[in-house]
């Protein structure tokens, strides 16, 4: 069972070019978390997402940030022209959420760098 | 906002010794989580202790949770120079887990 893939791993985007960043969950999770983590800083929820529906987006900017997790393929995250105070890793967590008691798997990130 | 607030934000320990790190937290919390992250990965669950538990053990990880203080403890023994990494707290009120600024853990060999 592979773990939580995220890709790209680096992505370079110009100032006001869009960022696509995807997120497959483990086999089997359906409910689909994104944080954003800053330099020595931790995570910052930014949405939680199941299959489809968009629960929580509290977290996520009002303006040119997207996500979305369709019924088939990857969550992605999308963000539409970038601007440098974008750069962060960002990490996508999946969950079974059989209860809320439970853990939640993250990938390795994506590290997005705005120049 | 943030629940979980970290303290201290560094530690410097050598191999052997043991490491304590303490999270303070703000709301009522279904469970507590903490996680690890190495430099330039994703984060690695530790260990869950419920709201209605008092100590929790994994190895050598000793996690205790006082709800009245709103505080918990993450304690590893006998440290080993692969246990560097930054320990993150994470607060589960509902489904969303807020995390803490984080303790780096630098173990010296």
């Known amino acids: 069972n592979a773990g939580v893939m995220q890709n790209p791993r680096h992505l370079v985007r110009r100032r006001g070019q869009e960022a696509r960043l995807r997120c497959s969950p483990m086999?089997?999770?359906?409910?689909v978390y994104w944080y954003r983590q800053l330099p020595e800083e931790g995570l910052k929820f930014m949405v939680y997402?199941?299959?489809?529906?968009?629960?929580?987006e509290s977290g996520m900017p009002k303006e040119r940030f997207s996500a979305e997790f369709p019924k088939e393929g990857p969550s992605i995250l999308r963000i539409q022209q970038v601007v440098r105070g974008d750069s962060a890793a960002y990490f996508c967590?999946?969950?079974?959420?059989?209860?809320?008691?439970?853990?939640?798997?993250f990938g390795q990130g994506t590290r997005l760098t705005v120049v | 906002s943030q629940q979980g607030e970290e303290d201290p934000q560094a530690l410097s320990i050598q191999e052997g010794e043991n490491a304590t790190m303490n999270c303070s937290y703000k709301t009522s919390i279904n469970n507590l989580q903490w996680y690890r992250q190495n430099s330039g990965r994703g984060l690695v669950h530790l260990i869950l202790i419920r709201s209605n538990e008092r100590e929790k053990h994994s190895g050598r990880l000793r996690v205790t949770l006082d709800t009245s203080k709103k505080s918990s403890s993450l304690l590893i023994t006998a440290s080993r120079a692969a246990d560097t990494a930054s320990y993150f707290c994470a607060t589960v009120d509902d489904y969303k887990l807020s995390f803490g600024a984080g303790t780096t853990v630098t173990v010296r060999a």
């Open positions: 967590a999946s969950s079974p959420y059989v209860e809320r008691s439970t853990e939640a798997f």
């Open positions: 086999k089997g999770h359906s409910h």
């Open positions: 997402l199941q299959k489809e529906n968009i629960i929580d």
